[in-house]
Nanobody
Framework: QVQLVESGGGLVQAGGSLRLSCAASERTFRNYAMAWFRQAPGKEREFVAAMRWSTRYTRDVYYADSVKGRFAISTDNAKNTVYLQMNSLKPEDTAVYYC??????????????WGQGTQVTVSS
């Protein structure tokens, strides 16, 4: 059973930073593409960032244009954890953030497993 456990959301002022964590089983971490999506009230879920292992030790990463240069996806292989470091946060980044795992990167339909979501609120 695939389980994704997220943590790290909270309230932060505009310009601040937060780091989200998504802990997965080793099999999930190594065999699936991992991604972050977000959903703001009244809006559709949108892609934020994703990674997939291209070799055992290297990964390809992808970002939405709206977060490029501000957000960074990274991993701790020993902990089977994917992080989303969010810097220079803006009020429009306010949303529930979800971790997801799937066979390939891309649209949300590509991901089979989802975390419970963690709220990120950026005040102006």
């Amino acid at each position: 059973q695939v389980q994704l456990v997220e943590s790290g959301g909270g309230l932060v002022q505009a310009g601040g930073s937060l780091r989200l964590s998504c802990a997965a089983s080793e099999r999930t971490f190594r065999n699936y593409a991992m991604a972050w999506f977000r959903q703001a009230p009244g809006k559709e879920r949108e892609f934020v960032a994703a990674m997939r292992w291209s070799t055992r030790y290297t990964r390809d990463v992808y970002y939405a244009d709206s977060v490029k240069g501000r957000f960074a996806i990274s991993t701790d292989n020993a902990k089977n954890t994917v992080y989303l470091q969010m810097n220079s946060l803006k009020p429009e980044d306010t949303a529930v953030y979800y971790c997801a795992a799937g066979q390939r990167v891309g649209a949300s339909e590509n991901y089979d497993y989802w975390g419970q979501g963690t709220q990120v609120t950026v005040s102006s």
